[in-house]
């Protein structure tokens, strides 16, 4: 058998392609081992041919797992049909006349060195956001299905929050109610230092101009938005929507999705982001000392920009098994370039890497999908 042939099959074995995508490869490799006749033209290689089927599926998962979190996020009632059982519960809004309800808490925030921020919300989105005022405030707005307004408002979740009341902490968990769906805008000082979690099952995560010695999030079913967000560590993982970041720094950040792309501009000295179907394109702000950033994603691309290259050192190690690699990023000393099967290995670092005091590792994989790596312009 030969070694592309065992490749095809290694990959089936370990699950990282489908049947009938292996089907597809095998046959591809025996058409292009086929002779060419006397006067046609040359086969092609038959691993271009598997390379672009494979980063073909890439791109269809990645726009049918982006389609699927969008639904989610947006409360389309037509998707729910086609939703697993788990998701069948989700407040969908829109047969029948719906009721909302706003009610807001203000109050003065205690004295503590870091301020405990813990929401957890089962049936809508959580947005917390730094503002210039001393004081913190929550705005809660409730969300159901009927046509009798005083019978829903029996209904409402009971926040339990003292209009007014000094507050040492934010900890707030809403529960799943049915029909119900609460959405909650956090409102805090952002001078003060905070400690934040906050975790959504069906809605989305914002957290904006905001400082924290530490930052945890989880999603089920929505998005992930970053901006202006400075913390020491930043975590998180994320099942179904994508995952945005916007002018974060930080000493470590680490997250996952299953399902959902990452869109990232990030500055720290060690970034892990990894995705099952989805691309990741990353922004490097700038080069601080020593930074390390692994990239991984199962079925997608993966782009990251890096800033204007002065007096930093960059080492890549780049591998796809189905896909292409690109890097334009100046006077690269490339260490290692080998095909291997569908894909590629490639490694390599700058010119006087070891030289340098300001440095980025850089460690990128897809397995169907491509790599590009460029520069800005400054």
């Given at each position: 058998m030969r070694e592309e042939q065992r490749t095809v099959l290694r990959l089936l074995e370990e699950g990282k392609i489908t049947a009938q995508e292996a089907e597809a490869m095998l046959k591809a490799l025996l058409d292009g081992s086929e002779p060419a006749e006397r006067g046609s033209k040359p086969q092609t290689d038959p691993w271009v041919r598997v390379e672009k089927m494979g980063e073909d599926f890439a791109s269809k998962v990645e726009v049918a797992a982006e389609r699927f979190s969008r639904s989610i996020e947006h409360n389309l009632g037509d998707k729910l049909s086609k939703l697993p059982k788990v998701l069948a519960r989700l407040p969908f809004i829109g047969q029948g006349e719906s009721q909302e309800f706003t009610s807001v808490v203000r109050g003065k925030v205690g004295a503590g060195e870091f301020?405990?921020?813990?929401?957890?919300?089962?049936?809508?989105?959580?947005?917390?956001?730094?503002?210039?005022?001393?004081?913190?405030?929550?705005?809660?707005?409730?969300?159901?299905?009927?046509?009798?307004?005083?019978?829903?408002?029996?209904?409402?979740?009971?926040?339990?929050?003292?209009?007014?009341?000094?507050?040492?902490?934010?900890?707030?968990?809403?529960?799943?109610?049915?029909?119900?769906?609460?959405?909650?805008?956090?409102?805090?000082?952002?001078?003060?230092?905070?400690?934040?979690?906050?975790?959504?099952?069906?809605g989305s995560l914002r957290i904006e101009n905001l400082k924290a010695c530490k930052v945890t999030t989880g999603t089920v079913n929505g998005s992930t938005k970053l901006y202006s967000l400075e913390a020491d560590t930043i975590s998180g993982e994320g099942g179904n929507g994508p995952c945005e970041m916007k002018d974060v720094r930080a000493r470590l950040i680490k997250h996952s999705l299953g399902n959902g792309s990452y869109r990232a501009l990030v500055s720290a000295a060690k970034v892990d982001l990894v995705t099952t179907n989805g691309s990741l394109n990353v922004s490097v702000l700038d080069v601080p000392g020593r930074a390390d950033y692994k990239l991984r994603t199962t079925n997608g691309a993966i782009n990251v920009s890096l800033p204007p290259q002065t007096d930093w050192g960059l080492s890549l190690e780049l591998r796809t098994s189905v896909g292409r690699i690109s890097t334009d990023v100046g006077s690269l000393e490339i260490t290692g370039q080998e095909r291997q099967a569908g894909g590629w290995l490639l490694t390599g670092h700058s010119i006087d890497y070891a030289d340098k005091h300001d440095r980025l590792d850089l460690d990128a994989s897809s397995t169907s999908g491509s790599i590009v790596i460029s520069t800005r312009e400054s």
């Open positions: 301020v405990p921020i813990e929401i957890s919300n089962a049936n809508g989105s959580i947005q917390v956001q730094g503002w210039e005022e001393d004081d913190y405030q929550l705005t809660v707005i409730q969300r159901l299905r009927g046509d009798d307004r005083e019978l829903a408002s029996s209904r409402l979740f009971a926040l339990g929050w003292e209009d007014g009341a000094e507050r040492e902490d934010f900890r707030l968990t809403v529960p799943n109610l049915g029909d119900l769906s609460v959405t909650l805008n956090l409102l805090v000082p952002k001078e003060r230092m905070y400690e934040a979690k906050l975790q959504a099952q069906n």
